[in-house]
């Protein structure tokens, strides 16, 4: 049995999203919904949901805001949103996950997978939640990228990110201080979080971190500062090397 809990202060949405869990997801099994963060706060402690579909904006305290003022967080978050990008990239920086209004059936139903695939391993996401938060609260160069693993998540600033490597459907990190992360996200979800943070794809396995690239060669490969060397795929030849020689 799978407890949920929809905040979100317009009722109309609300109500919505109801009738989309009551059709497509079965595993929910009990549903309630506030639309006051009063009624948000008693239902968290006195319901105990499993599962909670937070929306961002909300009068008196954001959904952020409710968050980080609960003590604990024993419970799941699948953030609800109109566009909002500087939140989206927070969110996704935080490795949690989100639905963007008008939320579509597939994508909700992916989202509760997630959740319950997350579920079956026990992974606890009050850490992505703080983190999450924090970051928020500074420029989005501060941001620390959450990664998940089987012990739990490491938070690593993009700026210590040497480079990153895709395994199939696995990505694996090569960090500063010669530690290395194995993830179990696709290059490509990588690359379009951190597009913002100096980092440049090269090859379909490869993306780097154009700060701790020495040089460019012709043959097509780059040298790192490290002494590693990496190919730069054929039809990026021509983008890498400008993109290294102008320094954008």
Not at 11 to 19: E, G, R
Not at 141 to 153: E, S
Not at 173 to 183: H, R
């Amino acid at each position: 049995m799978i407890k949920a809990l929809i905040i979100d202060d317009e009722a109309a949405a609300a109500n919505v999203l109801q009738l989309m869990i009551e059709r497509y997801i079965p595993e929910i099994t009990d549903l309630r919904i506030a639309t006051q963060i009063a009624e948000a706060e008693s239902l968290v402690q006195s319901f105990a949901p499993h599962l909670v579909f937070q929306d961002i904006v909300m009068p008196q305290k954001n959904g952020f805001d409710f968050l980080n003022s609960l003590k604990q967080i024993n419970f799941e978050v699948i953030f609800t949103t109109a566009f909002d990008k500087y939140a989206i990239r927070a969110i996704r920086f935080s490795a949690l996950d989100y639905l963007l209004k008008p939320i579509n059936a597939d994508e909700l139903r992916n989202a509760v997978d997630r959740f319950l695939e997350k579920r079956k391993t026990q992974q606890q996401s009050e850490g992505l939640l703080r983190n999450l938060i924090s970051n928020l609260e500074k420029k989005e160069t501060a941001f620390k990228l959450a990664i998940p693993g089987i012990t739990g998540a490491m938070f690593v600033s993009p700026a210590d990110i040497v480079r990153l490597e895709g395994e199939s459907n696995y990505t694996r990190f090569y960090l500063s201080n010669q530690q290395k992360i194995m993830s179990a996200k696709t290059l490509k979800e990588y690359e379009e979080i951190l597009v913002n943070h100096q980092f440049l794809r090269i090859h379909k396995s490869h993306l780097v971190n154009k700060n701790f690239i020495e040089k460019y060669l012709n043959e097509g490969a780059v040298v790192l500062k490290d002494a590693t060397l990496l190919p730069v795929s054929r039809q990026r030849k021509q983008e890498v090397a400008a993109l290294l020689k102008t320094g954008k």
